[in-house]
């Protein structure tokens, strides 16, 4: 499979559940830019600017965030992640934060932000940082990453002229039914481990974590969940095959 457009992209994610944007054979799990490559040992150049491949994935990468049909965003370990719609709420209860949660676990450049964002919907990077009062870049940065990585904002668009910048939006005003779902932790890691091993047939140790930033022992459970259910057997310490390609 060779990805060349937008709408190759989406049929894409939507088969595999979620995948990474620019990530090459160095990571595990689907990989946007791989897809773009069409090849499975694809790797980035370091040059990426005069790389056609690379320019692709992340012209596609931008209009697949303009477009919001899937979420977009970091996930733990600065992941970059498109998600499939019906997942959403797998990833958010490992990953999200409440409503409650908020004012002991997110920094205090992050509320400050995401007080702004609840009031005006959406920003650019420079509005936001003045509107906020986080008007260091780097600390404005980390609570942008960690607002992303509770679920909380998303950016919706990004601008190139006159300058470069995202638009920040919040993640629950594009996906307000599938951020409102309530699913047990023990279901969401059950049903991130069924996709992953779905798409890939087989899981190799410590795969599973680095693909999505579940940590290992989590990854471990939801892995074992599949076992149970006998939707996938484990040959190895760490490594679990889906149960149907055992017939083939």
Known sequence: MRIENVYEAEGFIETVGFCSALTDARRPGPSLYVAVCGRRDAHMPRNVQKDPEANLAWTIKDELLR????????LRGGRSIFIRRNLL???NSVFGITRKQEPSVLTVPA???LTV???EWEMSTRELRVASGVKDRQTFNKAIDELQ???????SEVVYKPVFTYIWSLAESR???EL??????EEALKEIARVYIKGAGMTLKGELA???????PEAGLGNWALVDEGFATRIAPGVYRLRELESN
């Open 117 to 119: 964002l609840r009031k």
């Open 111 to 113: 509320q400050a932000i």
């Open 67 to 74: 477009r919001g049909r899937l979420h977009y965003g970091k």
């Open 89 to 91: 709420q797998y990833f």
């Open 210 to 216: 680095r693909a999505t930033g579940i940590s290992n």
């Open 149 to 155: 990585r509770g679920f909380k904002v998303i950016p």
């Open 180 to 185: 409102a779902a309530q699913v047990s932790r």
């Open 175 to 177: 996906f307000p039914d």
